[in-house]
C-alpha cells in the first residue's frame, strides 16, 4: 500500500509539475512589450485593466509602468528631469513612485533611472489634461523631454497619448467653451505635437471617448437638468449609466462630513476599460473586439459595444497617420 501510495504521490507530483511547466512555456512563449508611461492620472486610468487584458491574450504581455506625477504636464516632467541633473542627491528630482518591480517599492525615483531601467520598446508621452486645449503649453517642453528622453533611451519608440476631454457637465465648461471645443482644440494640439516632433504615432485615446459619446449603440451620458444635489442621501447618486467619466461621487470634506463632488475629468471604469483596449491593440495589434475580458459592473452587451468602438478608434487613427505619412513621402521627394 505504502508503494502503491508513493507511486500515486509521484504521478500526481509528475502531473502538476507538466501543468505548470506547460503554463511557464505558455508565458515564455507570450512577446512582452515593455512600455514606460511618462504622465499623470489619465495614464493610470488606461493602464489599469492592462493585466486584465494579458490574462486574455496568449500571444502578448504588455508591461507598462507608468511615471506617475499628478496633474503632471509636459513643463513639471522636464523641470524635475532637470533638478535630478543637477544634483541627483535631490530628493525633488526624484518624485515617481517605483513601480519598477525592483528595489525598494516605497522608494522614490528620478526620469532618468525610469528610463535606464529598460530596456523599453515604447515610451508614451502626454500634456497634462487641463493644458491640453492650450498649445503654447506644448513649447518648448514638449520637444525637451523628447529629447531627454532619447539621450537616456534612444531606441525605443516614443509615442503620444491623447488624453479626453472632461465630461459634458464638468464645471470647466462656461462662458462658452464646450466639451467640443475642448476636444477639437487638444485633438489638433496632440497631433501638432506629434508632427513636430517627426511625425509620432498618437494613442487616440481622446477619439475613442469622443466616438463612444457619438455612438448610437453607446448612446452616453446624459446629464439631469435642474439636478438638486440636496436631495440625495449617502450613498445615492444621480443617475450616471454609461458615463465614462467618474463624475458625482461622495467625498470627504476637512470637516469630516461627505458631500457629493463632481470628478468630471478621470475616467470611470467604463473609460478605463476603452481607454486600456485601444491602449492594448496599439501595443500588440491585438484586436479588440477579440476580447472576452469585462470589468464588473459592465454588462456583457456594453463591453462588446466599447470593444468594438476601441477597434474602431485604433483603425481610424492608423489610417489617418499611413495617409499622413504617405503625404509627407510625397512632399519630400
Known sequence: MRILSCLFSLVLLGGLFSSASAADETVAKKKI???LAVGNSF??????????LNKDDSEHEVQAVVAYIGGCSFQTHIKLAELHEANPDDPKGKPYPNKTGKGDPKAKLSLKELLLDGPWDI?????????????ETYHPYAKQLYDYIKKYAPKPEIVVHQTWAYRVDDPVFKDGFTQEDMYNKLTKNYRDIAAELGNLRIINVGDGFYNARHDEEWG??????????????????????LSLNVGYQWKKQKDGTEKISMDGHHACFRGEYLGGLIWYEFLTGKNAETFTFTP???????????????????????ARFEALDSTMASSAK
Not at 43 to 52: E, G, K, S
Not at 225 to 241: A, G, I, V, W
Request: aromatic share 6%; charged share 25%; hydrophobic share 35%.
Open 43 to 52: 495614464a493610470l486610468n488606461t493602464c489599469r485593466f492592462i493585466n486584465d
Open 33 to 35: 512589450v515593455r512600455v
Open 123 to 135: 515610451i508614451t508621452i502626454q500634456q497634462a489634461s487641463w493644458l491640453s486645449p492650450k498649445i
Open 220 to 241: 452616453g451620458y446624459k446629464p439631469v437638468e435642474n439636478l438638486d444635489l440636496s436631495s440625495f442621501t449617502k450613498p445615492n447618486l444621480p443617475d450616471q449609466s
Open 296 to 318: 464588473k459592473g459592465m454588462t456583457e452587451e456594453e463591453g462588446k459595444i466599447l470593444r468594438r468602438i476601441a477597434h474602431q478608434t485604433v483603425v481610424q487613427e492608423a
